[in-house]
């Protein structure tokens, strides 16, 4: 069957030199059945030609917001009140920013704001433009605003340089266009590291992730609802980039990524003693266990009775353990995670200081759907020079955007 049958797709081309990819696009989304306009800003016609994709689409394809003749037939309201969806590929950054400001200085721009319909955007730029903060931003707005983010991708580009920025591969698009119409559901989907794209290749990083459990007598303890599923999703994502990984795991029931060096414990006081011990030659640490901050002053050796209405537990202040690591003399690139239910930049911001971090990821751990025991997350990343917005998304896209943001904040640190 036919997934696109009878769907009517505005594809928006703008300035990138993944503009050579779109007659192939134009022409896989007509295979599903999709009736196709092709509008092209005037960069997208310094990389391909109009007659070209005129060919492919089989329609006529509109590239000027004041051309009388194009006004006459469908004109830019007209192209706007038509499409199913928008797509543009490739979106630019130049492009991002005024769709993302509501600006309507071109046809495409103008199609955008006049629309129903829903957007999809395949970003594709430079990977320091696709990290700039600006650019994240103009994400960020676009997301909430339900603009589907289909990618990008990550690996060599055309300036030479290794990341995130890459236009996804056709085939990609076209699958996220049928999904997007077979579920009509609002995405976010930057492309997962290929196995291929070996950029950690060389590096060791240490990742703390689950609960500690702290003993109150043998058959009790203090714990809490981390299910390890953020920390194992890192992990998975260094090890796909090519890293070598130590697990510090508390106590969970998923099963470790293939290939990692698992440790695992129970208490902050083990975690703490593996953490430093694995952590004197490593590359990067990323503490995403939530680690007890306080444990027994002394744990009951044998169960403890029932007796009067109310009981006191007399606790005491467990290490720190990524502050701990911090401190070591040859300490690694070390990021921690701020679980916060308020305030968070403003907390997240005390123990990025306190704990002298070279970065910290803050998650709203109040927030439904994300955080504590759930399948996705969002993160606001902080660091020296910068913040960095990663949308809500599965914890393995989050992690892949993550340690991908690590690497370049840490290449930085060390040129
Ligand atoms: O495991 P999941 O169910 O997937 O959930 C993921 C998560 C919500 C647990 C994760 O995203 C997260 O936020 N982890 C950090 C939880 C936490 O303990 O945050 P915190 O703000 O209390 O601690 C700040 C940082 O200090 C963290 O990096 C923590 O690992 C570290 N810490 C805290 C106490 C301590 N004694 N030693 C530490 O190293």
Redesign the pocket.
């Known amino acids: 069957m036919q997934i696109l049958q009878n769907k009517k797709i505005v594809l928006g081309i703008t300035g990138g030199i993944a503009a050579y990819k779109t007659p192939e696009l134009v022409r896989r989304l007509k295979d599903q059945g999709a009736d196709v306009r092709v509008v092209m800003t005037e960069g997208a016609k310094a990389f391909i030609t109009p007659l070209t994709l005129q060919a492919v689409s089989a329609n006529s394809v509109s590239d000027s917001l004041l051309d009388t003749q194009a006004e006459l037939a469908m004109g830019h309201i007209e192209l706007a009140k038509w499409a199913d969806l928008i797509l543009i590929a490739p979106a630019t950054a130049d492009t991002i920013a005024r769709i993302s400001h509501g600006m309507a200085n071109d046809l495409l721009t103008t199609i955008c704001l006049a629309t129903t319909a829903p957007i999809a955007i395949a970003p594709a730029m430079n990977q320091q433009m696709w990290h700039a903060q600006v650019t994240q931003e103009n994400i960020t707005r676009l997301s909430n605003r339900q603009v589907n983010i289909f990618g990008p991708g990550s690996g060599a580009q055309a300036c030479g340089d290794i990341g995130l920025g890459r236009m996804l591969d056709v085939s990609e698009l076209v699958e996220l266009t049928c999904q997007f119409f077979s579920e009509n559901i609002t995405r976010h989907t930057q492309k997962e590291q290929q196995p291929d794209q070996q950029i950690l290749i060389g590096q060791h990083w240490v990742i703390?992730?689950?609960p500690t459990r702290e003993a109150i007598d043998p058959v009790r303890y203090i714990s809490n609802?981390?299910?390890?599923?953020?920390?194992y999703a890192i992990a998975e994502a260094a090890l796909q980039a090519g890293a070598k990984v130590t697990l510090i795991s508390g106590p969970v029931t998923i099963s470790p990524p293939k290939n990692c060096d698992l440790i695992q414990v129970d208490s902050?006081q083990n975690m703490?003693k593996k953490a430093l011990n694995y952590s004197k030659n490593a590359t990067v640490f990323v503490?995403?266990?939530?680690?007890?901050?306080y444990r027994m002053a002394n744990i009951a050796e044998q169960k403890i009775k029932k007796s009067a209405d109310t009981m006191q537990l007399n606790l005491i202040k467990?290490?720190?353990?990524?502050?701990d690591v911090a401190a070591l003399t040859n300490k690694p690139f070390t990021v921690?995670?701020?679980?916060?239910t308020q305030d968070i930049e403003h907390y997240a911001l005390g123990?990025l200081q306190r704990?002298n971090l070279d970065m910290i990821?803050a998650?709203n751990?109040a927030a439904p759907g994300q955080?504590?025991?759930?399948e996705n997350?969002a993160l606001t990343v902080f660091y020296a020079d910068g913040k960095y917005e990663i949308p809500l998304a599965s914890?393995q896209n989050v992690a892949q955007q993550l340690v991908s943001l690590i690497q370049q904040t840490y290449l930085k640190q060390v040129n």
């Open positions: 703390t992730a689950g609802h981390s299910s390890g599923k953020m920390g902050a703490h503490a995403c266990a939530a680690v007890a901050d467990n290490p720190d353990i990524v502050a921690g995670f701020a679980a916060e123990k704990k990821a998650n751990v955080g504590f025991n759930s997350n914890k």
